[in-house]
């Protein structure tokens, strides 16, 4: 396994003037706007003033309302970061996880374990908790619907952690990630630099499955290697940061790659929100969403074995339980 070169440039991508990425109050913006300006054209936006500043999900209230409740946490271990990513076997979802109580959970959170062994509650589905019933939920749902958004290719999902990074990835849909405590940093990357962010390749489906993902980048932005990834230079130049505080939300278009990292070491916690493309033929021309068809086609084989593997095992429900959360 090879380790990170950390004398690498990384000032020279730290000094080039990134492009912004507007910042508008949801009072001062109409779902027809939101419309024209944005979705349509799959631009990112910071949307703010969406929620109150602190809607109170705090720790305490998160261990109060979702105390006994299993969630598959994500064990990603926190030297992986030191790794070259070229040598990774596994990312996002493909990860190690185990079933846990929330408030065993929040345990570790507060142990500082959590941060230590960068343990993080990724993409739970929040519908089937009280919280999907709590004020915030509810306004937030109200809000989305103020902007036109109405048609939901998910449930709202719960991310909760210590000082993760969750690395530079797409999503085939439109996303809203919206930050509920703590803040976050994001990266972002247009569609149009797929080629200089240098993703897995297509065909490591074959050997890996969804475990290594062909939508995750084999690059850190914020220390790049210029030697080894010479292209990363070209997609600096268009790079946009974002800082997300409690009560905002990033629109995240389909096809944009983010990397986003929780800040400090205290419990950082947003929802988010996937959403079907519109027009449609935004969708339609979008070579990052074939790449993903592609990838998944090929991860086929090695998932199917995965299952049958799955079925004859001791623990069937577990190991059942983390295929369909890397479906
Ligand atoms: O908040 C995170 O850790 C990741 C969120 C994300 O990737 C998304 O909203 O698409």
């Known amino acids: 396994m090879t380790t990170f070169d950390s004398s690498c440039p990384a000032e020279s991508a730290q000094a080039v003037a990134f492009p912004t990425v507007d910042r508008v109050s949801c009072q001062s913006l109409t779902a027809r706007q939101f419309a024209e300006r944005y979705q349509r054209r799959g631009i990112p936006v910071v949307i703010t003033n969406l929620l109150a500043a602190d809607p109170g999900w705090d720790l305490d209230y998160l261990a109060q309302h979702l105390g006994n409740q299993k969630f598959l946490l994500r064990y990603y271990g926190r030297d992986r970061y030191d790794q070259d990513k070229r040598d990774w076997t596994s990312v996002g979802s493909g990860v190690q996880t185990q079933s846990q109580r929330f408030c065993d959970y929040a345990e570790l959170i507060r142990s500082g374990e959590a941060h230590q062994q960068d343990i993080y509650l990724g993409k739970c589905s929040l519908q089937a908790t009280p919280l999907a019933q709590s004020d915030a939920a509810q306004t937030l749902s109200h809000q989305l619907k103020n902007l036109g958004l109405e048609q939901p290719a998910s449930s709202l999902n719960l991310w909760i952690g210590s000082g993760h990074t969750e690395c530079l990835h797409y999503d085939v849909m ?4 919206i930050q509920l405590h703590g803040s976050k940093q994001i990266v972002l990357f247009p569609p149009s630099q797929t080629a200089n962010l240098y993703p897995y390749p297509v065909y490591a489906h074959l050997r890996h499955g969804l475990k290594l993902r062909s939508w995750f980048s084999q690059v850190y932005p914020n220390r790049p290697d210029f030697q080894a990834f010479p292209r990363l230079q070209i997609a600096s130049q268009h790079r946009h940061d974002v800082t997300l505080h ?43 969403r074939w790449r993903v068809y592609f990838g998944t ?5 090695k ?25």
């Open 303 to 327: 998932t199917l074995m995965q299952l049958v593997l799955a079925l004859f095992s001791r623990d069937r429900q577990q190991k059942l339980k983390e295929i369909r959360q890397m479906l």
């Open 246 to 288: 409690p009560g905002e939300l990033l629109y995240i278009p389909a096809g944009w790659w983010h990397e986003v990292t929780a800040i400090g070491e205290d419990m950082v916690c947003s929802v988010n929100r996937f959403w079907h493309v519109y027009p449609t033929l935004r969708a339609w021309f979008l070579w990052n």
């Open 174 to 177: 439109d996303g809203t990630l």
């Open 297 to 301: 086609l090929c991860a086929m084989p």
